[in-house]
Nanobody, 128 residues
Framework: QVQLVESGGGLVQPGSSLRLSCAISGATWDYSAIGWFRQAPGKEREGVACISNNSRVRKYLDSVKGRFTISKGNANKTVHLQINNLKPDDTAIYYC?????????????????????WGQGTQVTVSS
């Protein structure tokens, strides 16, 4: 089992920045990519960024390109999502997810398919 715990969310003003973190523990050899997803009230969960297990592939939702950056921390036990120039439309619960270990080391996707483990989420609210 892989455990994921998100942190770093909060209430911020438009134009602010946040750095979300996803702490990975447990069977840390048993996953592939890490993805960040978000779900706004009344909307479906959508993938915003992902990074492959070998870190060579990073993908972003078109609408967040240039503002979101995904990266890995030391020892690959943390994955960060830097969000700049926050907008009210970014308000959502942000989740990190770990892909199945059956996936290739260069796989990552911003779709729900292929992710086997999920965290509980961290709330991001952007409001003036």
């Amino acid at each position: 089992q892989v455990q994921l715990v998100e942190s770093g969310g909060g209430l911020v003003q438009p134009g602010s920045s946040l750095r979300l973190s996803c702490a990975i523990s447990g069977a840390t050899w048993d996953y592939s990519a890490i993805g960040w997803f978000r779900q706004a009230p009344g909307k479906e969960r959508e993938g915003v960024a992902c990074i492959s297990n070998n870190s060579r592939v990073r993908k972003y939702l078109d609408s967040v390109k240039g503002r979101f950056t995904i990266s890995k921390g030391n020892a690959n036990k943390t994955v960060h999502l830097q969000i700049n120039n926050l907008k009210p439309d970014d308000t959502a619960i942000y989740y990190c997810a770990a892909g199945s270990a059956l996936r290739a080391s260069d796989w990552c996707a911003n779709s729900l398919d292929g992710y086997a483990y999920w965290g509980q989420g961290t709330q991001v609210t952007v409001s003036s």
